[in-house]
């Protein structure tokens, strides 16, 4: 028996391979079907099923394609109805892979279909359980994704209380817990970077398995729970009703375009420029109206949040020979409408004849010695709960997540000081503003993690 956790830390995501005898199941796929393929066909393995422990929210799932190219059957959970061809099983229901069983443990709570996946071993002892999103470590799954006009955040988080005491604490503490994402998703509040545990080091630690009441979990784990994500009730859809093949979004995505043709595509219609690079990068020159999300952060979570609709049409600038890890990142969450890239770059562009833009950057000790006064216009984009632990008197928060609804208030005239937690996300709102007509807007590098060692007043409390 193997069992391999397969994470991509980008999504805080965890996908699971296990085979048997030659046969194989893999678990919560993500859309890159290669990886998957490529790992049975090391171990000369028949993928026999695709496992979905329910509709994912935060990524888009790659069970459909994955299921064509290796003729693997889906299974969800009881409640499950699919669009494309898929086996909803019954609470109890078993399936072999080799020499193992796969029992089905109806979870519902974070939503409706919800299932939980008892691997027994060889010999039927309950060696592991794949949780999803009913079961976190540290956390368990958000009780707000499913709610209907008869179904309330109540009545699912009461749901997920029954489920957890009745199907899962009841079984043995040193049954593995492998989870479905780890710290980072925000399909929880409080997930630990440790992706995976035993059941009874969870019962001990995991505030919200040592609730003494429903009443008491209901608003332990609803408590301070933040909006889900403005892209997670589209993606759930693409999931129930399948996506395209990640090699169709390929042939469009992947095209080279010269300076003329990517300028060209750039004025036709509502086409965003998005910049991939890394902040600091991207700060020295970019093309007019780009959107800086850089790669190497959260990229595909912050693009969901920041982009509202997934048809929108995309022009890529990317780092050379990050082009196909771009389309792909984007096509996890849902965004396959990629026209193609600049082909050579903001360089190529720079020497075609074409105009760059930048955007000022200072050091959080230049900002504290030269910039800093009550006069100034400062905003920190951070979350509330970041900003509440710590922050500069009398500066806003403005999250970054809600930049939509905050927007209007910028007075374009005026010059803006923005910081987040790193220098990530600032870099991120300076594009925005920049895009939008805000002509003097000054990201402060290194964020408030480099401000608080200045000797700048701080306090703490909530949004002024």
Not at 18 to 35: F, H, N, Q, W, Y
Request: proline residues 5%; hydrophobic residues 40%.
């Amino acid at each position: 028996m193997t069992i391999e956790q397969i994470y991509t830390g980008c999504l805080a995501e965890a996908a699971y391979y296990i085979e048997s005898r030659g046969e194989a199941a893999i678990i919560d796929p993500l859309r890159e079907t290669g990886p998957y393929i490529r790992r049975a066909e090391k171990d000369q393995a028949k993928i026999k099923y695709v496992f979905e422990t329910h509709f994912h929210a935060d990524f888009v799932s790659g069970h459909v394609e994955l299921a064509q190219k290796t003729g693997a059957k889906i299974v969800y959970g009881p409640n499950a109805s699919c669009g494309f061809d898929c086996y909803s099983a019954k609470d109890g229901e078993e399936f072999k892979i080799g020499d193992v069983t796969i029992r089905v443990l109806h979870t519902p709570g974070h939503t409706l279909e919800s299932s939980t996946y008892l691997l027994l071993d060889e010999t039927g002892k309950a060696h592991c359980i794949f949780t999803g999103d009913t079961l976190f470590i540290g956390d368990v799954g958000r009780p707000d994704l499913a709610i209907k006009a008869d179904v309330t955040i109540t009545d699912l988080a009461g749901m997920l209380y029954d489920s957890l005491r009745n199907k899962i604490m009841t079984l043995p503490d040193d049954v593995i817990v492998y989870p479905a994402h780890g710290a980072g998703s925000a399909c929880g509040k409080n997930l630990s970077k440790d992706t995976y545990d035993t059941l009874g080091h969870q019962k001990e630690t995991n505030y919200a398995l040592k609730a003494q009441s429903k009443e008491e979990f209901i608003k332990a784990i609803t408590d301070g729970l933040a909006p889900a994500p403005k892209y997670f009730p589209l993606n759930a859809m693409l999931n129930k009703q399948g996506a395209q093949s990640l090699d169709e979004v390929n042939k469009t995505g992947l095209r080279a375009l010269s300076p003329p043709d990517f300028e060209g595509l750039a004025q036709t219609g509502d086409v965003l420029i998005l910049d991939t690079r890394a902040p600091q990068e991207f700060a020295k020159g970019f093309v007019p109206g780009s959107i800086n999300i850089g790669m190497d952060g959260q990229f595909a979570p912050w693009v969901g949040a920041l982009i509202p609709t997934l048809e929108q049409p995309i022009l890529l600038v990317v780092e050379a020979g990050r082009e196909e890890e771009a389309v792909m990142r984007l096509a996890r969450v849902g965004y396959d409408n990629t026209l193609g890239y600049l082909s050579g770059g903001v360089a190529a562009w720079r020497d075609a004849g074409h105009d760059v833009d930048t955007i000022e950057s200072i050091s959080a000790a230049d900002f504290a010695e030269k910039h800093w006064s009550d006069s100034i216009h400062v905003l920190d984009i951070r979350r509330p709960g970041e900003y509440e632990g710590a922050h500069l008197p009398h500066v806003p928060n403005k999250p970054l997540d809600y930049i939509d609804d905050w927007m209007g208030t910028i007075d374009k005239d005026k010059k803006y000081y923005i910081h987040c937690a790193g220098g990530y996300r600032s870099m991120i709102a300076a594009s925005i503003f920049k895009s939008r007509g805000v002509k003097h807007v000054v990201d402060i590098a290194g964020g408030y993690g480099a401000i608080a060692k200045t000797e700048l007043p701080k306090e703490n409390g909530v949004a002024v």
